[in-house]
């Protein structure tokens, strides 16, 4: 069982990532997956979820409207569009799953490595 990050990169403020967490060893669409950073010196930040049974989405009140999470099933992938891109949204960014949605990160059995994303002029 394995999730693999990646998508991140150095990016000016007001730009736009996407990242990409490729699940292999299981069907990702049986379980929820979250996204996490946590940026130097500070503890590690949910930051949004896509369900398992409706796909419904959950997202940080720092990121709504900004970020956006997708699941594509077939390539087994779950994305997180990043867009106008802040300063402080610079971080590792993590994707992790999960039996349902959550905050916590005690709740997700499996993570990715992480990906670094550096947003600076």
């Known amino acids: 069982v394995q999730l693999q990050a990646s998508g991140g990169g150095l990016v000016q403020p007001g730009g736009s990532l996407r990242l990409s967490c490729a699940a292999s060893?299981?069907?990702?669409?049986?379980?929820?997956i979250g996204w996490f950073r946590q940026a130097p010196g500070k503890e590690r930040e949910w930051v949004t979820c896509?369900?398992?049974?409706?796909?419904?989405?959950y997202y940080v009140d720092s990121v709504k409207g900004r970020f956006t999470i997708s699941r594509d099933n077939a390539n087994n992938t779950v994305y997180l569009q990043m867009n106008s891109l802040r300063p402080e949204d610079t971080a590792v960014y993590y994707c992790?799953?999960?039996?349902?949605?959550?905050?916590?990160?005690?709740?997700?059995?499996?993570w990715g490595q992480g990906t670094q994303v550096t947003v600076s002029s």
């Open positions: 992790a799953a999960a039996l349902k949605c959550g905050t916590s990160d005690v709740m997700y059995d499996y």
């Open positions: 060893g299981f069907t990702m669409d049986y379980y929820a």
């Open positions: 896509i369900a398992n049974n409706d796909d419904r989405t």
